[in-house]
């Protein structure tokens, strides 16, 4: 997470595993993790009405217990993924999945909206702690030529593994009742764990510089400052005084961040890297990627559900295309990145203003 230049290997070349039966192991259990993370992020979307039902919540505390989860996550994903490096990626992984998989099953026995709101919570701060691990595992465990696979693999799990879990909470919750679709997150954590204990191996970067403590600080008030305002701005009003307050607090400290990471000789995350338009291009496609499929689950589930008449399970499989069409193109995709080589700049030369103005 920290930049390059301030950063080096503890274990150097040995980080690297050469057994491709072990490397086969730790994909496992990284992509195992990495679905528990990502199957709780949509699960509870199928369970919105019964869950509705059973605390007499609004719809407001509904999303605020499906949405408290990735705010958390995605709040505390950069100082984590950094304090990682540092301490060590097994032993907060390791911690992580312990985390992670309490907070899902204390959800899970949730006797009242608080209290599944902190577990989902508490979850989300586990998540934190293995999501970015998993990915740094893969990048100083595989050498160079089986990087960019396997890195792949880890794409494909990321963008199908949500409709995947929610197919098998859907299977739970027709079947059975909406508490055991957490047993899916636990048992998918203790599977990780036990491959993980077994063949992942530890490493981390040290650094002659402090951790990032205002940078840390900054971004999770950022972040969860936005966040509020997209989840309570419908609610309340895009105009009303808690709003506005809360859209300025997060611009002010999103600029506040940008200007320290700027200034920092490690900072937390390089935001000079954003000048390539390759990356700055790919990370918007992403956002908008994910931001619109996140927006469809929120509405299609209980439009499916409450309008429809459709169990959990039936419209789970409607959304099945898109999860089985990401998987199989996130496999394909660094066969053809390598065979067509780097994506030509946009808009193409032909049609670029250049070409239009003398």
Same mark, same amino acid.
């Given at each position: 997470?920290?930049?390059?230049?301030?950063?080096?290997?503890?274990?150097?070349?040995?980080?690297?595993?050469?057994?491709?039966?072990?490397?086969?192991?730790?994909?496992?259990?990284?992509?195992?993790?990495?679905?528990?993370?990502?199957?709780?992020?949509?699960?509870?979307?199928?369970?919105?009405?019964?869950?509705?039902?059973?605390?007499?919540?609004?719809?407001?505390?509904?999303?605020?217990?499906?949405?408290?989860?990735?705010?958390?996550?995605?709040?505390?994903?950069?100082?984590?993924?950094?304090?990682?490096?540092?301490?060590?990626?097994?032993?907060?992984?390791?911690?992580?999945?312990?985390?992670?998989?309490?907070?899902?099953?204390?959800?899970? $026995?949730?006797?009242?909206? &608080?209290?599944?709101?902190? !577990?989902? *919570? %508490?979850? =989300? @701060?586990? +998540? /934190?702690?293995?999501?970015?691990?998993?990915?740094?595992?893969?990048?100083?465990?595989?050498?160079?030529?089986?990087?960019?696979?396997?890195?792949?693999?880890?794409?494909?799990?990321?963008?199908?593994?949500?409709?995947?879990?929610?197919?098998?909470?859907?299977?739970?919750?027709?079947?059975?009742?909406?508490?055991?679709?957490?047993?899916?997150?636990?048992?998918?954590?203790?599977?990780?764990?036990?491959?993980?204990?077994?063949?992942?191996?530890?490493?981390?970067?040290?650094?002659?510089?402090?951790?990032?403590?205002?940078?840390?600080?900054?971004?999770?008030?950022?972040?969860?400052?936005?966040?509020?305002?997209?989840?309570?701005?419908? $609610?309340?009003?895009?105009? &009303?005084?808690?709003?506005? !307050?809360? *859209? %300025?607090? =997060? @611009?002010? +400290? /999103?600029?506040?961040?940008?200007?320290?990471?700027?200034?920092?000789?490690?900072?937390?995350?390089?935001?000079?890297?954003?000048?390539?338009?390759?990356?700055?291009?790919?990370?918007?496609?992403?956002?908008?990627?994910?931001?619109?499929?996140?927006?469809?689950?929120?509405?299609?589930?209980?439009?499916?559900?409450?309008?429809?008449?459709?169990?959990?399970?039936?419209?789970?499989?409607?959304?099945?295309?898109?999860?089985?069409?990401?998987?199989?193109?996130?496999?394909?995709?660094?066969?053809?990145?390598?065979?067509?080589?780097?994506?030509?700049?946009?808009?193409?030369?032909?049609?670029?203003?250049?070409?239009?103005?003398?």
């Amino acid at each position: 997470m920290s930049s390059p230049d301030s950063l080096s290997h503890v274990n150097g070349p040995d980080a690297t595993v050469h057994d491709p039966r072990r490397r086969r192991a730790i994909l496992i259990a990284v992509c195992i993790a990495l679905m528990a993370v990502i199957a709780s992020v949509s699960g509870l979307n199928v369970a919105q009405p019964q869950v509705a039902v059973e605390f007499d919540a609004s719809q407001s505390t509904v999303l605020w217990m499906i949405n408290i989860y990735t705010l958390s996550l995605a709040a505390l994903l950069l100082p984590l993924g950094a304090l990682g490096d540092r301490v060590g990626r097994k032993p907060i992984l390791l911690a992580g999945l312990a985390l992670f998989g309490v907070a899902s099953a204390a959800a899970g $026995l949730a006797t009242s909206a &608080a209290m599944m709101i902190a !577990a989902r *919570l %508490l979850a =989300g @701060v586990g +998540a /934190a702690m293995i999501m970015p691990v998993t990915l740094a595992v893969i990048t100083s465990t595989f050498p160079d030529g089986e990087r960019s696979k396997a890195i792949g693999i880890w794409t494909g799990v990321a963008g199908g593994g949500g409709i995947l879990g929610m197919y098998l909470s859907a299977v739970l919750v027709d079947w059975a009742n909406w508490r055991w679709l957490f047993l899916l997150p636990v048992v998918l954590v203790v599977a990780a764990a036990v491959t993980a204990l077994r063949a992942v191996p530890n490493s981390r970067e040290q650094t002659r510089h402090r951790f990032d403590v205002v940078g840390s600080l900054t971004s999770v008030v950022a972040v969860t400052a936005l966040i509020y305002v997209l989840h309570e701005g419908p $609610l309340h009003g895009w105009t &009303a005084p808690l709003t506005t !307050a809360s *859209l %300025l607090v =997060g @611009v002010v +400290a /999103a600029i506040g961040f940008v200007v320290w990471e700027l200034r920092r000789p490690a900072p937390l995350l390089d935001v000079r890297l954003f000048g390539d338009r390759r990356l700055a291009s790919g990370s918007l496609a992403l956002l908008a990627l994910f931001g619109v499929q996140a927006g469809i689950f929120v509405v299609l589930f209980p439009y499916f559900q409450a309008v429809l008449g459709w169990s959990g399970l039936r419209a789970t499989v409607a959304l099945m295309p898109m999860a089985a069409t990401m998987m199989l193109s996130s496999g394909l995709a660094p066969r053809v990145a390598a065979r067509a080589g780097p994506a030509p700049p946009w808009p193409p030369a032909s049609c670029s203003a250049a070409r239009v103005w003398p």
